[in-house]
């Protein structure tokens, strides 16, 4: 790898040179959303965007870091707030998310069952130990977006999150987002 440096634009953007771009639509995210009513709903109407990830994943030899910018539009399915899949790092390795713009919730899970939620909001900085499992939430009315940055090498575990989601959702409430027990969750 060579140095680099990047700006931040007008828009709180940084310009990642991005080794690859992921984009959830409605359809990426069967299952994952508490009201399938709605979900089913709202996927006969539009498959709209929910979420895009650039990624810069470091390719040397040498310890290194990887990094990527993630960009959650905002919306909710049913009363539930858009929102990332969420997952595990099955291999040792925590992560730092920075937020750049809008507002957010990180909820986190042990695999036991324990679980903490942390506001996200421009400029402050959330630490992911390995061991938690952890997912995005845009809970504001504009794009909320952050950086992620993670030890290269990661093995990125989707699968329990997919079956059994986080013992929390966060949802949209009279005044503002509100956390709600959810009845699918399992621990695991
Ligand atoms: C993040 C996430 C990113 C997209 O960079 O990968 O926000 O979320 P999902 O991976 O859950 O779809 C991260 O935690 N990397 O390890
Ligand atoms: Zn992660």
Aim: aromatic share 12%; charged share 20%; with cysteine.
């Amino acid at each position: 790898m060579l140095p680099f440096g990047l700006p931040l634009t007008a828009e709180g953007l940084l310009q990642l040179p991005a080794t690859k771009t992921i984009s959830r639509r409605l359809s990426d995210m069967r299952g994952y959303y508490a009201d399938a009513e709605a979900y089913a709903a709202r996927l006969a109407a539009e498959d709209s965007l929910i979420y895009t990830f650039w990624e810069t994943e470091y390719t040397g030899d040498t310890r290194g870091l990887s990094f990527g910018i993630t960009e959650i539009v905002p919306g909710t399915v049913g009363r539930e707030f858009h929102m990332t899949k969420g997952h595990f790092h099955a291999s040792d390795g925590d992560e730092i998310y920075l937020t750049l713009k809008g507002r957010g919730k990180l909820l986190l899970q042990t695999r036991q069952g324990e679980a903490r939620t942390y506001d996200m909001t421009p400029g402050g900085i959330c630490y992911i130990p390995t061991g938690w499992g952890h997912r995005t939430v845009n809970v504001g009315a504009e794009p909320f977006i952050f950086v992620s940055i993670w030890p290269p090498h990661i093995v990125h575990d989707y699968e329990s999150v997919q079956k059994y989601g986080f013992p929390q959702l966060m949802l949209q409430g009279d005044s503002g987002p509100v956390e709600a027990p959810n009845p699918r969750y399992q621990a695991g």
